[in-house]
């Protein structure tokens, strides 16, 4: 069980005026944790509208990526005593109605991933983005002994022994922030799952989707995926925990 456990929700936001304030809200009123939002590098009003709806904001000075704006927050968890972290992005596509089953991955997992594509929800994604989700997730599941489907989700939960590793070592790069951190925590023996979650769309604001951006990201993810294999990273050894 999760609830004796200090539990700190990050949401990392860059230009997300129009939705950080609902999502804050909706956190805030579904679950008893405390919200942190990583400004970052917004030149917006999401800090502003993130502080009126309640979180600790971050401010971070320039645009660092998600990757960079995650590793600002797991070192705050660390540093204010969190035992669990949860990240929850700031677009609204991630319901806080299940970060608790997310979390619940804990309890025989040092990270849980709420999975997309995991016989729950409508979320569809189709020619070259879902070829590369699908050989990424394939790739991923040899490396974990476990079924996964969606290692590039970004709604995901970290025990006490992650959120160390992620502070030692968090890659901001394109894809880092999933698939590399993914691919370094495996190597530091940390144990990986997933919880099927249902995702939403965007309130405000238009992901790309188009053909040339989906094959570029299917290029790229690959790319990404090879150089988190080859690249083995420093990383803590880290004690077991119960």
Known sequence: MVDSRRVLVIVPAWNEEKNVAATVGEILAT????????????????????????????DLPFNLGVGGAMRAGFVY???????????????GQHNPADIDRVLAGLEHADISIGARFADTGDYH??????????????????????RLTDVTSGFRAANSRAINQYVH??????????????????????????????MRQRVHGVPSQNPVGATIYLGRSVFALGLALVRRPRVQQLERVA
């Not at 144990?191 to 099927?196: A, E, G, K, L, S």
């Open 31 to 58: 679950v008893d944790y405390d919200v942190v939002v990583v400004d970052d590098g917004s030149t917006d009003e999401t800090a502003n509208r993130a502080r009126e709806a309640g979180a600790v904001v971050l």
């Open 77 to 91: 968890a660390r540093r204010h005593g969190y035992d669990v972290a949860i990240q929850v992005d700031a677009d």
């Open 125 to 146: 994604v189709r020619g070259p983005r879902w070829w590369a989700m699908r050989f990424l997730s394939g790739v991923l599941s040899r490396l974990t002994k476990t």
């Open 169 to 198: 070592y968090y890659p901001a790069e394109y894809l880092g922030d999933t698939i590399d951190s993914l691919v370094a925590a495996i190597h530091a023996g940390l144990r990986v799952t997933q919880v099927p979650v249902a």
